[in-house]
């Protein structure tokens, strides 16, 4: 008899009560695993395996390199684009295009730290809207920086 667990580190797939198949994985540059549900086993294990890939291309030096518009702009299209709804991914997209590139887009990830951060947040304080003339909102400032 062989031994189906897998190894450490493979992330898990498994079958919830309503048929749906799961599969988790944890990368190690990452907090919380990446959930993926398909409704057969063979496509959760194909998800599971390019999530992998994608994971071990993106490692932390090679992130590094990044700029911020292209790191944010993968994790956009490619993380968040399944997640979110539609309009929802129009709002983070605009709020990256609109606040967060012009300041500190071409940063590149390595570069980046907490003064350039509040860099940014001093100049979105200071940016007035352009549809109401009146400083941007507390709120508008925190979606920018979160």
Known sequence: MTDSRRDKGDGS??????????AKYKAPQMTKAKVMYAKTEAEAKRKLKAYKHDAIKNEPYEVKKLSV?????DWLYNVMATELKPKSLDIKENILTNQVY??????????LDANAVQSMINTLTKKTSKITKKPLSYSTIKKAVS
């Open 13 to 22: 797939i498994y079958q919830r009560s309503d048929g749906f198949w799961v």
């Open 69 to 73: 518009r292209q790191y944010m702009d």
């Open 102 to 111: 012009p300041i500190i887009g071409d940063y590149q990830i390595a570069n």
